[in-house]
């Protein structure tokens, strides 16, 4: 059983920067895609960045927080994290983390289904 545990949230003003944490126990995560995804109220989860596994260490993110948010791994902490930067009150969301399913297929890397294990959340809040 993998499980994921979120951490990091809270609330912050627009500008302010806030790194989250995702710990996965039971099953080691470097042969998998990781990602974050957020859900704001009312709207439907949406893909905010994803990892790939191997050296290359691929990244990809949503326009809406390309050049804000970075994604990284951290295989022997079993780990992966998310810088946000610069955040503005539409980043106000329940963060998500997610483990990919195998084998790694990019055209399902930013969509939900294409993860197989979800943490539990972890509330980011903007003010303005």
């Known amino acids: 059983q993998v499980q994921l545990v979120e951490s990091g949230g809270g609330l912050v003003q627009a500008g302010d920067s806030l790194r989250l944490s995702c710990v996965a126990s039971?099953?080691?995560?470097?042969?998998?895609?990781m990602a974050w995804f957020r859900q704001a109220p009312g709207k439907e989860r949406e893909f905010v960045a994803v990892v790939l596994p191997g050296n290359s260490n691929t990244q990809y993110y949503a326009d809406s927080v390309k050049g804000r948010f970075t994604i990284s791994r951290d295989n022997a902490k079993n780990a992966v994290y998310l810088q946000m930067n610069s955040l503005i009150p539409d980043d106000t969301a329940v963060y998500y983390c997610?483990?990919?399913?195998?084998?790694?297929?990019?055209?399902?890397?930013?969509?939900?289904?294409?993860?197989?294990?979800w943490g539990q959340g972890t509330q980011v809040t903007v003010s303005s």
């Open positions: 997610a483990r990919g399913r195998l084998p790694v297929i990019i055209t399902t890397v930013r969509i939900t289904t294409g993860y197989d294990y």
């Open positions: 039971g099953r080691t995560i470097g042969s998998y895609a």
